[in-house]
């Protein structure tokens, strides 16, 4: 099951407007902040005014489609005693008239001051760009954000506009937070934190919290009101539900609340519950849990606040009767309300007290119990759920009509938080239909439980027959932590936008990048892992809807085209003095999420939450670009050619320092049947410290005009000082050439081994097609046989890598098909190899293999024949033979490179050619705008700026900096930059009026002046 969260749904709205309020009875005037919680199976409207499922025009909580109506209206109540003994009920929802004593707060000031004007008091929600940019939560600087849809917002009693008449006004503010997913077993839940501070300056006693809510299932209106109530006192569970089918619905499911959180027991004395059947005693420092469950109608909803009061703590205000929990819900049907409470405590002035309640749907009270279980789960994790990978540190540094960006590998290297809390306890889980063939790791399932009648199922394991009378698979047998996949990164989309907040628009941002198109035809501008994932099936379907019915069709998400990883760009063509905002947003995929329902198939990581801006200016006089040299200290000097794709990009990190790059032993990699080099590098620093490593696996077909080639670059790039590397390899088998073979006798030896017995080929029976058995190997090296016959009879040899300066691998007692290095061993023929050479019949006694090429002892035209022969003239120890090649020379071990760095030389700005302005003044953005503007500016040496906004008629309005420096310091080093927001009020803080203002930036006899609009 998944959760919801709150978004504004017009279609909500056409839904039948059954009563349940009072007849008669006014609905609340306020025009305030209402949104819809909408991200999953839940439709809820929520306010910043009291009810948090409000009933504005008709039922305010939806499940399972509009239409479906299971909550009509829900609101918080806050009951406190003062010193003086006044008994207090803040009411966020009457059941009977729909009213509500609470009011907008500003979140910050918690001032109810300009409630019906201040853009901030609203209700905030995650899924809206603008109010991401202007969340209240926030941790060093980032909006704090926990779910797929979080709503937020502040209201109070305080307010003497709606405080009514007999009623105490408390003096409390509720900080409302919800959080809410859509995943397989959370999509019906929304959890909802009520965080009550005590403004007053004494303490308030005797204080309990609830929830009341009138959770209409269906039209409850006159006859037809049939809902029953029910209550786990063990789970803290409150449950609505009826016995019989709602007319016209296909079914008719259950709605709970269940406590999550609630305040302990800080009275100093036992807290005595009284009840017919569940009376226990809660000791001091103890939870409370819920105290009280009581359950009325509309004809006898508490109305006083003393009615209120006794209510939550657990009387029956016209008997006054305790009886804590109220069991009789479930005998009659009628139009239920309830209140879920908790108490007594006490709060202190400016102490808060937390109340988190989870609200949820299933079909049936023990798939609600099954779901309150879950939330629990969720709860006690500290809502770790699936999340996107962690946003990259993303860097900008303007340069001449363009921005150099580059970023860091944390998403690739940081774990998924949700893995480590996972249960790793293999369990039943239900199985969804047509799942099994997207499962990507089928031996992680035992068993299955399979349908064999109406009533009955048999369990089998993993592959076995379908049994007799077997129908419809049930349920899986998994652990469900084994098939979650804790590093699950996959790709980076990179933005550009005008604003920060366009950032969040996907109509309003441009992707970055190259245009890939992939082996599946997938197209993207992502940088992506090469791993063969490109289009992958999404646990979301596409709802077609015809005239007869509705279709439901399958998602496909595009996560990129295997072109690789990418760690900068450089953004070019850009407007000098223009700001540009920047994101990343890091994405994952889960392989086996369409099979478990555990999580989305693929999550990205917001691009505000990195997001920088940029201000492209002039490069000033006397710039310099940071320099970049390649020196091969061991190796062919073909090693430079690999890095030809060596570009900066991020120029202020490129130190005075070099690196070394050191290539490593070459693997083999089986594709389909085609054998191909695996290259493999490691970068170390300066100092030798191991950096980083790179692969290439290269692709073997046509390239250019010829075929027959490995081609290709690394899978990603390599990031290092500044600067991004991604070699590239292209070796053409045909340009695979052998010069020559010379013989060196050791001086002073007693034999001399016959030059023209010696002959050597590329042998296309395990060189070329169409095995390719050893073309991977090639080196384009010249090698040195170093014979030894330091055994009786036999000879063996040392091979030597000349051009690498390193030693060949002895490979033997494998076929040429079979090797796994760039190595050697005596025997030429495709049969395994040996160690050592004698004087048998062996096919060792033909010749050798070294890296694919090969090396015959005594060949006369197409007839092999034997060293055997020529054994009196076998080489001996000292005697060697060098091979001189030449054509393609791919990375090889013991190849090193070094990178000089030499870091970028800043001009002096004012010069007589004035490239560089000493002013930098960004439009304003938005632009026109309502509430918010943000205006950036940048200072190219350092100095006191003034920065102050003017209408038409040259007075002043308000001045936003005022001789101060600019706190960041730029980064291409040169000055300062700085960005500041004008919320649209005059230096009394009183509202501008619509119209054009100016907004002029001063550093000394310096001055820019820009225009902007503010709209009402």
Known sequence: MKLAVLFLCAALLSAPLWAATAPGAPASPKNMSQRTLNINAWNILTTNYGPFVNPAAGSGGYWGGPGYNYIYGAGVWFAGTTPGVTRGVACGYNPNSGQSEMGPVNPYTESYENWQTDPQARVYLSTNPVDVLEWPLRENGSPVIKSMQDSYCKYSDQNPQYNWSGSAIVGVVVEQVTYAWNYADNNDIVFFFFNVKNKNDYTLTNCRIAPCVDADIGNEAGTSANDRTAFDYHRNLAMQFQSENEPGWPRTGVVGFRFFQGPVNNTGAAVNIVDDQYPHSIAPGQPLGMTAFKIFTIDIDPQTDEQKYLTLEGYNYQTMLMDAYDQFGAESPGDKRFVQATGPFILGPDSIVTLCVGTMAAWDTASLKTASDVAQAIYDNGFVLAAPPAAPALTAVPGDAKVYLSWNKIAETNPDPYHAVMDSAKGWFTYFKGSWFYCADKTLVDSFEIKTGSTTSVRVARGAANPSGGTDTLYAFYSQKAMYCPYDFQAYALYRAASQGELLDPDSRTQLGVLHTGSSGARS??????????????????????????????????????????????????????????????????????????????????????????????????????????????GCQATTDYWYNTRVVNPTAVPDD???????????????TMRHPVYRGHLHSGAKALLDSLTIIPNFGWYGSSYDVFYGPSYDELPFGGIVFQPFVAYAKAQAVIDSLVIIEAPGGSRTYPRDSVSFELMQAIFGAPNYYTTWQWRGSDFEIRWKDTLANSLTAQVWDLDNDVEAPLEA??????????S?????LTTAGTVQVDSGTSASTYGMHIAGLTVYFNKAGATLRRMTTLWPHRPETGDIWRVYCSGPK???????????????????????????????????????????????????????????????????????????????????????????????????????????????????????????????
């Open 525 to 634: 501008y992502n940088w992506d892992k090469v791993d063969g994932i490109q289009i992958v099936r999404d646990i979301n379907t596409f709802a077609h809807v015809t005239p007869e019915t509705t279709y439901y069709l399958p998602v496909y998400d595009t996560l990129g085209t295997d072109c690789g990883l990418a760690y900068g760009f450089v953004d070019q063509g850009l407007t000098n003095g223009l700001a540009y905002w920047y994101g990343l947003s890091a994405i994952d995929y889960q392989p086996n999420v369409y099979f478990t329902r555990k999580a989305p198939t693929t999550l990205a990581s917001s691009p505000a939450d990195n997001s920088v801006m940029a201000v492209p200016v002039s490069d000033p006089p006397g710039s310099q670009p940071a320099g970049i040299q390649i020196r091969v200290d061991v």
């Open 658 to 672: 070099s690196f070394k790059l050191y290539w490593q032993p070459v693997q083999r990699a089986i594709i389909g």
């Open 813 to 822: 007692g494998v076929t040429k098909g079979n090797m796994v290095q760039s």
């Open 824 to 828: 050697w061993c005596f025997n030429p």
């Open 890 to 1016: 791919p990375p090889h071990q013991g190849g090193q490179a070094t990178v000089i760095l030499s870091p970028a030389v800043v001009g002096v700005a004012g010069g007589p050619d004035g490239l560089a302005p000493d002013l930098v003044l960004a439009q304003n953005l938005p632009n026109p705008f309502t509430r918010t503007t943000t205006i950036n500016y940048q200072l190219t040496r350092p100095g006191l700026v003034s920065l102050k906004v003017y209408n038409v008629t040259g007075q002043l309005v308000r001045t936003l900096v005022d001789g101060t420096s600019p706190s960041a310091a730029s980064p291409r080093g040169e000055g300062r930059v700085g960005s500041v927001s004008w919320d649209g009020r005059d230096e009394r803080g009183r509202m501008a009026a619509a119209g054009v203002y100016l907004y002029q930036l001063r550093a000394g006899d310096k001055a820019l002046t820009r225009k902007m609009v503010l709209v009402r």
